[in-house]
């Protein structure tokens, strides 16, 4: 599947964007959806996951109760609402794609990746 990231921007401390991860080329309902980030001079790391079928997700404890994954399967996009940004969560946004559902934090269990969105977050 083809994954295309968008929504990044420049926002300040405490703001809020979504962001939007658009599938085509694949079965999206086939796949487990996660969104991992990468800062400058960091490693890529796991941010959130949603199952097929979307009744399961999950968080990395540094955006739990701050960020919300959710997915719509008839348009073919997943959706990651970040609320109560802070400086520490600015990097290079990317959607992966993965259909076995194992090892859904570790980005080496992924063959399908978008481009990456930018999100700056100013203090």
């Known amino acids: 599947v083809q994954l295309q990231a968008s929504g990044g921007g420049s926002v300040q401390a405490g703001g809020s964007l979504r962001l939007s991860c658009g599938a085509s080329?694949?079965?999206?309902?086939?796949?487990?959806i996660t969104w991992f980030r990468q800062a400058p001079g960091k490693e890529r790391e796991f941010v959130a996951a949603?199952?097929?079928?979307?009744?399961?997700?999950n968080y990395a404890d540094s955006v739990q109760g701050r960020f919300t994954i959710s997915r719509d399967n008839a348009k073919n996009t997943v959706y990651l609402q970040m609320n109560s940004l802070k400086p520490e969560d600015a990097a290079v946004y990317y959607c992966?794609?993965?259909?076995?559902?194992?090892?859904?934090?570790?980005?080496?269990?992924?063959?399908?990746w978008g481009q990456g969105t930018l999100v700056t977050v100013s203090s």
């Open positions: 080329g694949g079965t999206f309902r086939d796949y487990v």
């Open positions: 949603i199952s097929r079928g979307g009744g399961t997700t």
């Open positions: 992966a794609g993965q259909t076995t559902g194992s090892g859904v934090r570790d980005a080496n269990q992924y063959t399908d």
